[in-house]
């Protein structure tokens, strides 16, 4: 084990978004720029939920991604 490379230990975060279908592209693309997971996924009438897991330092910017790109039509229903 001591030879063995080491691997940086990474915070991870969940969150879930919602957003009409639209704007789904634009949120995909942003989910991979920012390296995060998708663990769920919802559609109804209105548009789409995304339950999503990322490093804990990229939710913020993240957000602001999403924000600019969606004319803030993207919402962040809290933690998942």
């Known amino acids: 084990l001591r030879l063995a490379p080491r691997e940086p ?3 991870l ?3 879930e978004l919602t957003c009409p279908f639209d704007d789904l592209g634009h949120v995909h693309a942003a989910l991979a720029a920012h390296k ?3 663990l769920d996924e919802d559609f109804d009438e209105r548009g789409t ?3 999503v897991q ?3 330092d ?3 910017a993240l957000k602001s991604q999403l924000r ?3 004319r803030n039509r993207v919402r962040f229903v809290g933690p998942a």
Do not use: C, F, M, N
């Open 9 to 11: 230990l990474i915070a």
């Open 13 to 15: 975060a969940s969150v």
């Open 36 to 38: 995060a997971v998708k």
């Open 49 to 51: 939920r995304l339950r």
């Open 54 to 56: 990322l490093p804990a």
């Open 58 to 60: 990229r939710v913020d």
């Open 68 to 70: 600019d790109a969606t």
